[in-house]
């Protein structure tokens, strides 16, 4: 422990030992092939886990030696994949090691099979109970968008779902995620689920919400007349919520497209007919 901690802060401090120390690779292998093993080192074990401190240090030194060499990914492939499959996840233990494991993972040059593995894992934490699990999943999700998009969005609808979580940094969290994977393609489909929300939303995060959705219309919106529509829908909604800016972007739309003019001024009229405010 001590060992492998003091060549983790050699490497943090200095790149220029990383190359020197992938050598090692094998032996941090075969330290976490002997703790996988049962019966090794039970005085040791918690949760389930033998000693998940030391597997956390060694995976985090292997994702250090391990990044943009691809000979050393592939060594440490297999034993990657191993814990990932075999490790205890019901208790915090086993989830911290899964946690520095899929870090590794999209640290290294992983394979793709491998990438989805890591990322499949973090889907499997968003269903968590534990609040703390749930944050370090979409906080890693995050990253690893532009690494695996696709692998990433097969998981949006459990990502949507912490949106109604009652912890307000959890759903700041997500909603920095489904901003992360919108694109053209399912923007209609991501925004109607925000605005929905948006209706049963508490004031805390209605300001937050509001103006995230601003943001994606100004940056996906397929035409003219949908970003015009959803964007006074969320000002109907939003309690006085929406920044300035948006609303000026909202004038300047509707100000260079004359052809919905009419159009946008009934449906203006209607919502202020519904509610002065």
């Known amino acids: 422990m001590a060992t492998v901690t003091l060549c983790n802060e050699i490497c943090?401090?200095?790149?220029?030992?990383?190359?020197?120390?992938?050598?090692?690779?094998?032996?941090l292998i075969k330290t976490l092939k002997s703790l996988l093993m049962s019966g090794y080192a039970p005085e040791y074990e918690i949760g389930g886990v033998k000693d998940p401190f030391l597997q956390v240090k060694i995976l985090e030194l292997m994702g250090r030696i391990g990044a943009g060499h691809s000979d050393t990914s592939d060594e440490m492939s297999d034993i990657l994949a191993q814990i990932a499959t075999n490790t205890e996840n019901s208790k915090n233990p086993g989830n911290s090691v899964l946690a520095e494991c899929v870090r590794t993972i999209m640290s290294i040059e992983a394979s793709q099979g491998l990438r989805v593995l890591g990322i499949n894992i973090l889907g499997k934490f968003l269903q968590n109970k534990e609040n703390n699990v749930r944050y370090v999943a979409l906080q890693q999700l995050?990253?690893?968008?532009?690494i695996d998009y696709k692998a990433v969005t097969r998981h949006q609808q459990t990502v949507l779902d912490c949106l109604k979580d009652h912890d307000l940094v959890i759903k700041k969290q997500a909603l920095d995620l489904l901003y992360k994977i919108t694109n053209n393609a399912n923007v209609k489909s991501i925004v109607k689920e925000l605005l929905n929300y948006l209706l049963v939303a508490d004031s805390d995060f209605k300001k937050e919400l509001s103006n995230k959705i601003c943001q994606i219309c100004e940056k996906y919106a397929p035409t003219r007349k949908w970003q015009i529509d959803t964007v006074v829908k969320v000002l109907t909604l939003s309690e006085h919520h929406v920044r300035e800016e948006y609303i000026s972007q909202l004038v300047t739309v509707i100000a260079t497209t004359p052809e919905l003019h009419a159009q946008t001024v009934t449906k203006v009229f209607y919502c202020m007919k519904d509610n002065i405010n």
């Open 142 to 146: 995050i990253k690893v968008v532009d």
């Open 12 to 27: 943090k401090t200095d790149a220029n030992y990383i190359k020197p120390m992938r050598k090692y690779v094998g032996s």
